[in-house]
């Protein structure tokens, strides 16, 4: 059990492993993440490879930024209540820092959103003809883009994503209504900002499930660092700077209680 101080904390296998409730959570994690790899990589092979044989302009840009932001705001609205709806292991790792989540229980999750990733990407690559599957939808640096460029854009696109997480759904005082809302949005503007330079990931299981399926590894470590980094930062000021001390809880995504978060 975390103290007070919003420090980080282990956790205990009997809180975590021996869990049932983990265990939901675990697996809303990992179907909230299937489909929204699904959904969002379905979307870029279906505007980019499928229907503009490989060119991308605005228009589809945009398509892929509404599909991810929309998809990911159902999704947190579906899983929240049982897991939280991270559906993002920057997510995770920011809330774990914010000592509102064990490290064993994240652990957990990561494995649930990793698995959810790769199962995503297998099934869309199950559904796609083999001609029109292409990277499925894998993340990559843009044109002249340096890796350095690339990096400090996640960690800013993944900053904003993960400050809205503790301005809507981790702290009590936020709008929790809206939290699935704000969340998407913040992802779809990321994805219109980042499209051209990083793809716009924030998050390391989107890209992870469609690299490891389609063998697509280029960069890919900008993928985790970036998000990881951004995450950390926006957890660490929303904590410190804004987020009254409290018990070691967090609240569900659009509920108006707090829920702790190591309760069997």
């Known amino acids: 059990m975390a103290d007070t101080d919003n420090m980080v904390y282990l956790g205990s296998a009997d809180e975590s492993l021996a869990s049932t ?16 790899i ?15 044989g490989g060119a991308t302009d605005i228009s589809q840009a945009m398509a892929v930024a509404v599909t991810h932001g929309i998809a990911l705001a159902v999704v947190i609205a579906s899983t929240s209540v049982v897991s939280g709806g991270h559906i993002n292991p920057a997510v995770t790792f920011g809330i774990v ?23 995503g990407a297998l099934l869309l690559k199950w559904t796609t003809p083999v001609k029109y599957q292409g990277s499925l ?13 690339g990096l400090i854009i996640e960690i800013i ?11 809507t759904a981790v702290d009590k005082r936020g709008p929790a209504a809206i939290a699935p ?30 690299a490891f399926v389609s063998g697509t590894w280029g960069n890919h470590w900008v993928y985790w660092v970036g998000p990881l980094i951004g995450g950390a930062i926006a957890s660490l000021v929303y904590t410190w700077v804004f987020l009254p001390p409290s018990r070691p809880t967090t609240r569900r995504v659009g509920q108006d209680e707090y829920a702790p978060v190591d309760a069997a």
Not at 21 to 36: D, M, P, S
Not at 97 to 119: D, H, N, P
């Open 137 to 149: 939808g894998s993340h990559g640096l843009g044109a002249d883009i340096e890796w350095s460029s």
């Open 97 to 119: 820092l914010s000592g509102k989540l064990s490290i064993l229980r994240g652990l957990m999750y990561w494995v649930g959103q990793l698995l959810g990733g790769v199962v």
């Open 157 to 167: 696109l993944t900053f904003m994503l993960v400050f809205t997480v503790f301005g």
């Open 21 to 36: 409730a983990a265990w939901k959570a675990t697996i809303a994690e990992f179907i909230g993440t299937l489909l929204f």
């Open 181 to 210: 809302l704000a969340i998407g949005l913040s992802v779809l503007v990321g994805i219109v900002v980042g499209f051209p330079f990083t793809g716009g990931s924030m998050n390391p299981a989107r890209s992870f499930g469609p």
């Open 38 to 52: 699904f959904i969002g990589c379905g979307s870029v092979v279906a505007t980019v490879d499928l229907l503009a």
